[in-house]
Nanobody, 116 residues
């Protein structure tokens, strides 16, 4: 079964940075557009960023544009999310999935906590 495993979360002060990673267990994921999503306490899961598989076009939610950068390394079957200038409202569990997301690929996510 194909798995996506997120890592890199943690506790950081406002203004700090973190880099999240998403490792896919199957090489076929290099053929998919991939995305990052997040779910804050008491809120619904929301889109954060996405990257295409071939020409590396990217898109971002308005709330993270200019602060977060999504990238991928298809040779390593890994997608990254560089998060800079973090804010307390970025606190959430972060998940990767295909874009658009598939219910079959939600993993456990990685928790990001930003203290003020």
């Amino acid at each position: 079964q194909v798995q996506l495993v997120e890592s890199g979360g943690g506790l950081v002060q406002a203004g700090g940075s973190l880099r999240l990673s998403c490792a896919a267990s199957a090489r076929t994921f290099s053929s998919y557009a991939m995305g990052w999503f997040r779910q804050a306490p008491g809120k619904e899961r929301e889109f954060v960023a996405a990257i295409s598989w071939s020409i590396y076009s990217t898109r971002y939610s308005d709330s993270v544009k200019g602060r977060f950068t999504i990238s991928r390394d298809n040779a390593k079957n890994t997608v990254y999310l560089q998060m800079n200038s973090l804010k307390p409202e970025d606190t959430a569990v972060y998940y990767c999935n295909t874009d658009p997301p598939s219910r079959n690929y939600w993993g456990k996510g990685t928790l990001v906590t930003v203290s003020s």
